[in-house]
């Protein structure tokens, strides 16, 4: 394999499997969404620096067990959309430019073997062109403080403090929100123990950051806390998180929300197998009622080697409580929490609340760099009595008078190409069609969109 081959594996949307990768005893990790994961340790060799033009900036020795590693993300995305919640938004048809800049660095101080320290700053620059009504904080933040930590550690045992984007599992419920333009950070403290063999538990108290629309103007909320235990063992994660809201909003009502998950995922691969279910039960109050509320997440995959390409066929399927009787002093509504950006798809109308979804999707490299895929999806309503909501878990659509389950069905293209090791392009085109319920509820236009993405990352 040549030199530049192994550099593409660096690319987080077209490179197979980690395991399935010829590695080089010099080759850099994989590149993360969060950054402060990776661990370019091994580029204290210099030789091994001057395989690629990166290493330069990914080890910068200053002294004895002293050293800095530097990286940066560039993004432009355009989205346009056509009939944007089926008709129903304030601008339905919208078309903008999102456009981001992430710098950051990592300095360390001492030896993974015994006390150590490091101290991680990144700032983000987010504008958005076109953006109708009127861009919101989650379009442009401008520039602020994504993220900035100090850590210290000793053996196995690590300690964090600031602010922080963190990525639980596959994001269901904690994510980084990294498909709109400005993700998701917390405030807060972690504490870690790595058990090696791939068991680790981790411990945290987080409160979520708020954008602002302008500069330097993101702040701790003080509504909303996040605290919890996220363990994780060979094929499978246990976690339970806590979660308060003073401010929750459900059926139109706001109160306090204190909430309870207690989850467990088992994944992995076998030979050409791979699979990862996830189910979740809550419990807690709000406003008065008692919360009991439950999802079910499975997806199913097996690569075709048989067959040109090899293509790659998954099967997910999703179940979502909702609430059965407003009436009554049970709120049945499952809460995402900090769900990732786009949960379905690209175009993801439709959030991980009462809801049951089945989506099939194959995806294969093509070669050159170049990979494709095209899923379908279709949405019913769990429960009658509540209505359809979004990703960040906002009432997008109450139930009225429907009793209808179905909320429709979508087609999804992608196509990615992996220029160079650090430059990615990608497209996609969606469309999702309404179902009876969107149909009796308001306007029931068919939705489409397209996106266009660059990506440059090292």
Known sequence: MCKKSVCLALSLCACPPLAAQTREAWQAPTLSITRYDEDWSDLADAQKRGHHWTGQFKYIPLGDDVWLSTGIELRLRNENYANNLWGGADAPDDSYLWARAMPYADLHVGAPDRLHARAFVQPIMSYAVGVAPSASPIDQSRLDLLQGFAEVGAGPVTLRGGRQMVSLGTERL????????????????????SLGDGRALDLFLLNPVQPGPASFDDRTSDTRRLWGAYATLPDLDLYYLGYRNRAARFGGLTGREERHS?????????????????????????????????????????????????????????????????????????????????????????????????????????????????????????????????????????????????????????????????????????????????????????????????????
């Open 174 to 193: 904690v994510g980084t929100r990294y498909g709109p333009n400005t993700p998701l950070a917390f405030d807060g403290v972690r504490g870690n123990l």
């Open 262 to 458: 207690l989850g467990l995922r088992s994944h992995g691969a076998r030979g050409d197998w791979h699979w990862n279910v996830e189910g979740v039960y809550q419990f807690g109050h709000y406003d008065g009622q008692r919360i009991s509320a439950w999802t079910i997440g499975t997806e199913v995959g097996r690569t075709l080697s048989g067959l040109p390409l090899s293509p790659d066929a998954t099967l997910r399927f999703n179940i979502v409580s909702g609430d059965r009787d407003s009436e009554d002093d049970r709120l049945g509504t499952f809460n995402a929490l900090f769900p990732k950006g786009k949960y379905f798809g690209e175009l993801s109308p439709v959030g991980p609340t009462n809801i049951v979804s089945l989506n099939p999707r194959i995806s294969a490299p093509l070669g050159d760099g170049f990979s494709a895929s095209i899923a379908g999806m279709a949405y019913w309503r769990y429960a009658r009595n509540d209505g359809v909501y979004d990703i960040p878990g906002n009432l997008i659509r109450a139930a009225g008078d429907s009793r209808a389950r179905f909320i429709g069905k979508e087609v999804e293209a992608t196509l990615a190409w992996q220029a160079t090791a650090e430059l990615e392009l990608s497209t996609s085109l969606s469309f999702f069609a309404p179902g009876a319920f969107i149909r009796e509820t308001g306007p029931a236009q068919t939705i489409a969109m397209t996106g266009l993405e660059a990506n440059f990352r090292f």
